[in-house]
Nanobody, 118 residues
């Protein structure tokens, strides 16, 4: 059974930093793409950042220049370094791993809360 476990969430002041981590265990035998999504209260989920097995990364405009995604295919881990955090970054952050390009959903973690407040 595949499990994705996120960690690193918590309370942080505006302008601060936080590093999220996600580790996959179980039947993940290949990785096509790893990503972080977030969902703020009352809002639809949005893609924050993604990285392919080839190392190509993509970011939402709202986090460009502030967040950095990194992944280790062999270790089945993905991280999200978040700097210069803003109150509007407050959300539940979810890790997503897609084993194949043909699988649009992949596997999901249960989420970790990040709250940016003074």
């Amino acid at each position: 059974q595949v499990q994705l476990v996120e960690s690193g969430g918590g309370l942080v002041q505006p302008g601060g930093s936080r590093r999220l981590s996600c580790a996959a265990s179980g039947g993940v035998f290949s990785i096509y793409l790893m990503a972080w999504y977030r969902q703020a209260p009352g809002k639809t989920p949005e893609l924050v950042a993604s990285i392919t097995s080839g190392g190509t990364s993509n970011y939402a405009d709202s986090v460009k220049g502030r967040f950095t995604i990194s992944g280790d295919i062999a270790k089945k881990t993905v991280h999200l370094q978040m700097n210069s955090l803003k109150p509007e970054d407050t959300a539940v952050y979810y890790c997503n791993i897609r084993p194949r390009a043909s699988d649009p959903n992949g596997f999901w973690g249960h989420g970790t809360q990040v709250t940016v407040t003074a």
